[in-house]
């Protein structure tokens, strides 16, 4: 029932849209059968399977505008989110940056679905779990570890005829592996559209691997060291720095690409030259959705070509004022990298740190995207080439900016967080206090 | 609003659930029918950019079958054989599970209380007052900002209503309706000619309140450097301080690293206690369960155990309460049908206890439930959830100006700013929303880029002093983080100013 045929979509946006009364209406339809199993100290603790569909309605009279959103789906309940939504509108007051719906939209094929993820059954969960904690039970260690698919779909339609629609899967599923003396911990975390690239086993091997290397680190002292971040640990940096892109708050001066004087950062060289960044929604690797929320189509965007910034993000308003392609944000993006593997970075390095995981980061500053955070599940130190020992956890203060200025080196690109993200070799980033943390 | 369903159809359908789970082979079960609503009122300078309401319904059923957890949940579910139907699903996920289970679950006894209900004593329904009081007041607020030199202010309104009715196998029937409401906003100002710009935000704490929060007070108001509030929030007068201090941060001076006294307003100091105290002493985190996300945490049980763990100095007192009125956390009964309470977790600066559900009782030798699972939605399955987690007052009177009389070299800072914490609860960096140095007793001026590192056991048993019940307020959470999938939770921690002497202060100020 939660994932509605297209054809059954637009015929409950049909229906919601025939109740409309307002100048205007736009209607986003979605819904999702998720499912999960958790596990921690090699035992499964809780499991579940949800449904859910939800319906939001916007309504406008002139430029005020009112939203609804609902998840019961007879006649009444339809019309009296309807109705709502109309009551809110009426008794907001003019909103000047509102703009007219869009017309009709072409759309993009994604091939965000996969059909062996639609079919998971809780037994399969159980087995993904079971493949995750036999092998650490087996060897004395712990594992913690959650597995979540999702198959669900997305429509879209308003009063002027535009109508999307969209499938999607998806799987994540993450492992913390301790050693049973609580000095080692590893982890390892792997995200699908498509289940049947998963395996529960050799992921938690990697963690495995980490825990047993990473027990009774030593404490070095904190400072300015060339780090190699994994996928995994490079991701949440960069994603923030991506979201920070909107060309509203630059143009106001509060964001990173605020110019001095007024103005963008669009057009100026900000990062190392090797440093190109897009998003592409039909990209095999991270298939994403076709549309944006308000129905504006996502299509391959170049965002830094060689260290220059190429394009920011707009709202459509934005981009009216400033007479230019009103650009949506991206739900994913790609960072294009290098080819050496990252057993490759870590021969090349002389001194330096290997990080698996950050953790718990935090804006400091927005200006600079000044951000903080800790290691986490694997912290090395790498010496001619070799890792040499585990050392103690440390606090981080860095900017992703200033890291992609002191790029030494970029891996191949892989998958993580949705995105596709290089190792990152890295120099003087900056470690500020020590942790006692595993 | 439109009221949700009758109580004696909830206990219908509640009860078709809880047979349909026994007949299949549960040994318990518990059904959540819940309603839950929520109300966005945003804007920005002259604009309402949306006004938005949500409502979502369903129920969530969780059983205990051959000794393990099961759950499922369905949408929109009316009528009896829905709920029996997701009552078998959850049944047959217990079973899958209980292949893999080392332990089975034991549940600490509780009691039935039979048919019963609990209301949050609010003044005046935030969800009734009219939509255009609630939009002139963020005008209003955004307009005294821009006049007082922001540049740019957004506000909003965050209104959420929880109607929950929780019935289970031991034979309680509990309809509770939970109010919460939080006003916000941030406050730019912008220096064009060095292209540097600075943010203020608001001073307000998110409180289990109607919008009688929102009704000025003067009693409320605690004067002084800046205005703090207590029970009554003045937000028009927070935004004209904001952009009047946001425009001062520009021009302040950047903090010059190095240990400082630090004197921490409830504003600020309620974050701290979240993070150092609140979640470390969550039991779940401590035996492993949080360990592949939020982590575990460095009270470990054996440091309870022997009684002579000094979490704090002898000043410390640290209380766990699902009770205090107007906090984010009281409720009458948690989401597994136990009665709320009150309890200590660090006595004299000792730690004492953690907080614990029924499925953990019996791990810390407890005979019931501290009375702290929640879930977040119908569809999410309760967990344990952080309490009210408030430092008690100082018990000799002493107010915030006695205080920095008698600091040499020290740092007042209010409002609470970038938090982050490592996965054992050691290592943590504050920020804040107004620093001000402290120079031979006296306040010497506006300090920007300031940032605190310290370890939370260092931390705390630095705590020499903290002012008395006068000055108690509540901070909180809105939406506070925990579990996979991540589920939110709303949470009040109290406190007093309190000084911490001696602490680790970084600059944060960089170029790029």
């Known amino acids: 029932m939660?994932?509605?045929?297209?054809?059954?979509?637009?015929?409950?946006?049909?229906?919601?849209?025939?109740?409309?009364?307002?100048?205007?209406?736009?209607?986003?339809?979605?819904?999702?059968?998720?499912?999960?199993?958790?596990?921690?100290?090699?035992?499964?603790?809780?499991?579940?399977?949800?449904?859910?569909?939800?319906?939001?309605?916007?309504?406008?009279?002139?430029?005020?505008?009112?939203?609804?959103?609902?998840?019961?789906?007879?006649?009444?309940?339809?019309?009296?989110?309807?109705?709502?939504?109309?009551?809110?509108?009426?008794?907001?007051?003019?909103?000047?940056?509102?703009?007219?719906?869009?017309?009709?939209?072409?759309?993009?094929?994604?091939?965000?679905?996969?059909?062996?993820?639609?079919?998971?059954?809780?037994?399969?969960?159980?087995?993904?779990?079971?493949?995750?904690?036999?092998?650490?039970?087996?060897?004395?260690?712990?594992?913690?570890?959650?597995?979540?698919?999702?198959?669900?779909?997305?429509?879209?339609?308003?009063?002027?005829?535009?109508?999307?629609?969209?499938?999607?899967?998806?799987?994540?599923?993450?492992?913390?592996?301790?050693?049973?003396?609580?000095?080692?911990?590893?982890?390892?975390?792997?995200?699908?559209?498509?289940?049947?690239?998963?395996?529960?086993?050799?992921?938690?091997?990697?963690?495995?691997?980490?825990?047993?290397?990473?027990?009774?680190a030593k404490a070095i002292e904190p400072g300015k060291y060339t780090v190699i971040l994994e996928p995994t640990a490079g991701v949440d940096l960069l994603q923030n720095m991506m979201r920070s892109m909107d060309a509203r708050n630059g143009d106001e001066g509060r964001s990173f690409l605020g110019k001095k004087g007024g103005g963008t950062r669009l057009g100026e060289k900000l990062f190392d030259e090797r440093v190109t960044i897009y998003s592409d929604p039909q990209n095999p690797e991270i298939p994403g959705s076709p549309f944006a929320g308000d129905g504006r189509p996502q299509e391959k965007v170049v965002w830094v070509e060689n260290g220059v910034v190429k394009n920011m993000y707009y709202s459509r308003f934005w981009a009216e004022k400033k007479g230019v392609k009103a650009i949506p944000s991206p739900s994913a993006f790609i960072f294009q990298g290098g080819s050496q593997s990252l057993a490759e970075m870590i021969k090349s390095t002389e001194r330096g740190i290997l990080v698996t995981r950050l953790w718990y980061i935090r804006a400091v500053d927005p200006q600079t995207l000044l951000y903080t955070g800790l290691t986490r599940d694997g912290t090395f130190y790498i010496e001619n080439g070799q890792i040499k020992y585990p050392v103690k956890n440390f606090r981080f203060n860095e900017s992703p900016v200033i890291m992609l200025n002191n790029l030494e080196a970029m891996g191949k690109p892989v998958r993580a967080g949705g995105n596709l993200i290089p190792p990152l070799k890295i120099r003087d980033f900056t470690f500020t206090s020590l942790s006692d943390a595993v | 609003m439109e009221p949700g369903i009758d109580v004696a159809i909830k206990k219908k359908l509640a009860d078709a659930a809880l047979n349909a789970a026994k007949s299949k082979g549960a040994s318990y079960a518990?059904?959540?029918?819940?309603?839950?609503?929520?109300?966005?009122?945003?804007?920005?300078?002259?604009?309402?950019?949306?006004?938005?309401?949500?409502?979502?319904?369903?129920?969530?059923?969780?059983?205990?079958?051959?000794?393990?957890?099961?759950?499922?949940?369905?949408?929109?579910?009316?009528?009896?054989?829905?709920?029996?139907?997701?009552?078998?699903?959850?049944?047959?996920?217990?079973?899958?599970?209980?292949?893999?289970?080392?332990e089975p679950v034991q549940l600490a006894p509780q009691k039935g209380f039979g048919e019963v209900s609990w209301k949050a004593p609010i003044v005046k329904n935030a969800f009734e007052v009219p939509i255009k009081e609630k939009v002139d007041l963020l005008l209003s607020v955004n307009d005294a900002a821009l006049k007082n030199g922001a540049n740019y202010v957004n506000s909003v309104l965050f209104m959420v209503n929880e109607q929950k009715y929780f019935a289970s196998t031991d034979g309680s029937y509990i309809d509770q309706d939970v109010h919460r409401i939080w006003p916000n906003f941030n406050v730019t100002a912008i220096d064009p000619a060095s292209g540097k710009f600075e943010t203020r935000n608001a001073l307000s704490a998110p409180l289990g309140m109607g919008y009688d929060y929102l009704q000025v007070n003067p009693s409320d108001k605690l004067t002084g450097i800046t205005t703090r509030y207590n029970k009554g929030y003045d937000m028009l007068e927070d935004a004209t301080a904001a952009a009047r201090q946001a425009k001062e941060k520009l021009t302040a001076k950047s903090v010059e690293a190095g240990k400082y006294d630090l004197i921490l307003d409830p504003s600020h100091l309620w974050l701290t206690i979240h993070e150092s105290v609140g979640h470390p002493l969550e039991l779940d985190r401590v035996l492993g369960y949080e360990a592949n996300f939020a982590g575990t945490s460095f009270a470990t049980l054996d440091k309870w155990k022997s009684k002579n763990f000094q979490y704090g100095s002898k000043e410390v007192n640290l209380i766990a309460d699902k009770l205090q009125v107007g906090s984010l956390g009281a409720v009458g009964w948690d989401d597994e049908g136990v009665n709320t309470k009150k309890w200590d977790l660090v006595k004299d600066g000792m730690l004492v206890n953690y907080q614990a559900i029924r499925d953990q009782a019996h791990i810390i030798g407890e005979k019931e439930s501290h009375g702290c699972c929640y879930a977040d939605s119908w569809a999410s399955v309760q967990f344990q959830r952080m309490p009210n987690v408030s430092l008690a007052p100082g018990k000799t009177p002493l107010s915030v100006d006695e205080m920095i009389k008698d600091v040499k070299k020290g740092i007042y800072i209010i409002g609470d700013g970038s938090f982050s914490i490592d996965q054992q609860r050691y290592n943590f960096q504050f920020g804040g929303q107004l620093f001000y140095e402290i120079k031979d007793g006296k306040i010497a001026g506006m300090l920007k880029d300031v940032a605190y590192q310290s370890n939370t056991q260092e931390f705390w048993n630095s705590c020499v002093q903290i002012c008395d019940e006068r000055d108690y307020r509540l901070g909180g959470s809105f939406r506070d983080g925990k579990g996979q999938p991540m589920q939110v939770s709303a949470v009040s921690h109290g406190s007093s100013t309190t000084r911490f002497n001696g602490v680790n202060v970084i600059n944060t100020a960089r170029k790029i």
């Open chain 1, 2 to 216: 939660a994932i509605l045929s297209k054809e059954e979509a637009k015929r409950i946006i049909d229906k919601v849209l025939a109740f409309s009364k307002a100048d205007e209406m736009s209607v986003i339809l979605s819904g999702n059968r998720t499912g999960n199993i958790r596990y921690a100290r090699n035992s499964v603790s809780t499991s579940g399977e949800t449904e859910d569909l939800s319906l939001s309605v916007t309504s406008v009279f002139g430029k005020k505008s009112g939203t609804s959103t609902i998840n019961e789906f007879d006649d009444s309940s339809l019309e009296k989110s309807v109705r709502r939504a109309e009551e809110i509108a009426g008794l907001a007051p003019d909103n000047p940056e509102y703009l007219p719906v869009l017309g009709p939209q072409q759309y993009l094929e994604t091939n965000s679905f996969a059909e062996s993820t639609a079919n998971i059954k809780p037994d399969y969960r159980a087995k993904a779990a079971f493949d995750s904690i036999d092998p650490c039970a087996k060897k004395n260690l712990t594992a913690a570890g959650y597995m979540e698919d999702t198959a669900g779909f997305s429509a879209i339609g308003n009063s002027k005829g535009l109508f999307g629609y969209n499938q999607s899967t998806s799987v994540g599923f993450s492992v913390t592996v301790r050693t049973a003396d609580g000095t080692g911990s590893g982890y390892a975390a792997r995200d699908y559209n498509d289940v049947s690239k998963l395996s529960t086993l050799s992921a938690t091997e990697v963690a495995m691997q980490k825990a047993l290397a990473s027990s009774s």
């Open chain 2, 30 to 102: 518990d059904v959540r029918i819940g309603r839950y609503l929520n109300q966005f009122v945003i804007t920005r300078e002259d604009k309402v950019q949306n006004i938005v309401n949500t409502e979502s319904y369903g129920v969530g059923i969780r059983v205990i079958a051959d000794g393990c957890w099961g759950f499922s949940a369905v949408v929109d579910a009316k009528n009896e054989s829905q709920l029996a139907k997701a009552a078998e699903d959850a049944v047959a996920i217990a079973k899958a599970n209980a292949k893999l289970m080392k």
